[in-house]
């Protein structure tokens, strides 16, 4: 029942107008709905959201709970969920279209290569929510704060653009703010190692994932780091 339910979401999510995939990382190329490949690069805002919005991208989406929430929130803002999982992709992307959110889209493709698919400066805010820590030394490139990361959205952002990451590892936010002082073009804004002990200080920090919610049953802290990175 498992496998034919994951088929069926692969079937369905092809005829979704809000997912674009990739499905050849040697190659890389973009297809949409019907298998129609598509060149999105420096066209996001013209050729999908048909308008001049600003553009965020969430990284390591999951189920999408927070590019959908966002895109209520800000339907002056374009949003895009980034990840590689296609049955994760489907839910966040069914969730958008059950909701009518023609600012929110999802990207199915490895991180490593999202400057194939996104111009430079053609994004102004990234959020990094909850992803696989790689907590092993030989596996730090993987972290998604990675000097190796960093670098990959230097690329794309904004002169100055804004990077968020919540998370609930406590050596994982540690590397982030490491990464962050060793990098001259990078600068920190705001960090906390606690963001439920107070009044939020920003209110989109409201919105809660699935992994968010079960870290905060387990009766983990949840952290959060704000910084600009520069070209």
């Known amino acids: 029942m498992g496998r034919k339910n994951k088929l069926r979401k692969f079937a369905e999510i092809l005829s979704f107008p809000n997912v674009f995939e990739c499905y050849d990382f040697q190659q890389p190329a973009l297809v949409g709905p019907g298998m129609q490949t598509v060149e999105l690069s420096g066209r996001w805002q013209a050729e999908h959201f048909k308008n001049n919005h600003p553009i965020t991208l969430e990284l390591a989406c999951g189920g999408g709970e ?43 493709t490895r991180i490593e290569i999202i400057d194939r698919f996104v111009a430079p400066g053609e994004v102004d805010e990234i959020w990094i929510t909850f992803p696989d820590p790689f907590p092993r030394p030989s596996k730090e490139n993987r972290r998604l704060t990675s000097a190796f990361f960093l670098e990959k959205y230097r690329g794309i952002l904004r002169p100055g653009g804004l990077v968020h990451l919540k998370h609930d590892d406590p050596e994982f936010y540690q590397f982030t703010l490491d990464t962050i002082a060793a990098d001259p073009r990078c600068q920190l804004l705001y960090t906390h190692a606690h963001i439920y002990s107070g009044p939020l200080a920003y209110p989109e920090l409201g919105i809660q994932t699935l992994y968010e919610s079960m870290h905060l049953q387990a009766g983990k802290t949840i952290k959060y780091v704000r910084f600009t990175i520069h070209g």
Request: aromatic share 12%; proline share 5%.
């Open 66 to 108: 927070y590019t959908v929430a966002l895109a209520q929130r800000y339907p002056e803002r374009n949003f895009i969920g980034v990840d590689i999982k296609g049955n994760r992709i489907w839910k966040g992307a069914k969730d958008a279209l059950d909701k009518n959110l023609p600012n929110a889209a999802f990207l199915r």
